[in-house]
């Protein structure tokens, strides 16, 4: 009887699960330490850096390793003493640099650059199609580096956010530029950018209505000068008028207008930007002959391939040449005359990105997960994944989508 009694308390007492419980420390889900090589750059007389030390300490706080080459930084005014600080290594040589996992640069990497790189790493670079061949694909392939141009990766709203701040950079300095060689220590026509009282403007023509034209004619009308905007894409036409908020004169392209045009102006701006791969020659070498002696032709699109026919490829430190006495401007890296500022806007596009992938769990993870990165992929360990450049230099292509879905 006394057993039927028991109140049942001492089996509750023997049970662990009413104990209170240790529990693990909980870690983030995916998240991947990084090694991160910023080498110095050394083609075209570029003088822009990947990161800025700001964005080191951000890295390496997330528990990240940056190497920095040493002077990386300092044609854009980073000391090797702030990355220091900031928590990189700095390393002195190339080849210790490129000992990394993932490499961040400006420019495409050279012959030796590649050969530096590990097998199997992914380096993120502009690509500049106009300069690139099919040599250079094959020896990233031999490599199986899987490589990432700033030209095609995309953001969230599917927005190119390299070339937007590239493009608001040199949009801002071509008139800069063309004022520059507009006067007579240029051998220019010695004439002003711009109007003053009783003397008529100078014109300009700007070929393309994108973010560089945007930019350019925002200081035109400052400068007072005549503005004429061609572009084949009514919308775009449409949003540079809204975006300046002015009435400016803008047309569609056709030869006989842009001739005219042409012909009259005293500063061309080539800005249109190759649609699928293929760049498009707006301006004939005739209509060129038929232009002002000492005006000026800036072809900011020319690491793409350039609009205008007489364009050839020039570098800082002999940005110029002269055809039929125009001169011409086509240095493809406006932006390194501003290395500082490119330096930060590249930094802190490209920052949250490589935090993501930390935070995601690498490379491939990032690939799969977000379409809008995976459009910036143009080679994936050995394979070219880019149909538009697959075409261009008459590559094999393989879809990266199919590539991603085997290998998980």
Known sequence: MAEKMKSGFAELARNPKLY?????????????????????????????????????????????????????????????????????????????????DIILKVEPPTDKEVNLLKQGATIFSAFQTGSQSREYIESLNRKKITAIGYEFIEDKVGGLPMVRAMSEIAGSTVMLIAAELLSNTNEGKGVILGGITGVPPTQVVILGAGTVAEYAARACIGLGVDIQVFDNHIYKLRRIKHALGQQIHTATIDNATIAKAIQNADVVVGAIRPEKGANKCIVTEEMVSQMKPGSVIIDVGIDQGGCIETSEMTSHKRPTFKKYDVIHYCVPNIGSRVARTASLAISNIFTPIILHIGDIGGIDEMILSNKWFMKGVYTYRGSLTNLQLAKKFNLGFKDLNLLMAARF
Not at 41 to 53: D, N
Not at 81 to 91: F, L, R, T
Request: net charge negative; no cysteine; proline share 4%.
């Open 20 to 100: 209170t419980q240790e529990a693990p420390l909980k870690k983030v889900k995916g998240h991947k330490s990084l090694f991160i090589g910023v080498p110095k750059e050394i083609s075209l007389q570029e003088s822009r850096v990947a990161l800025k030390p700001e964005s080191v300490d951000v890295l390496t706080s997330n528990g990240h390793e940056v190497w920095v080459e040493a002077s990386a930084g300092k044609s854009a005014h980073f000391s090797d003493h702030e990355y220091s600080e900031a928590g990189a290594k700095i390393v002195y040589s190339s080849k210790e640099v490129y000992q990394a």
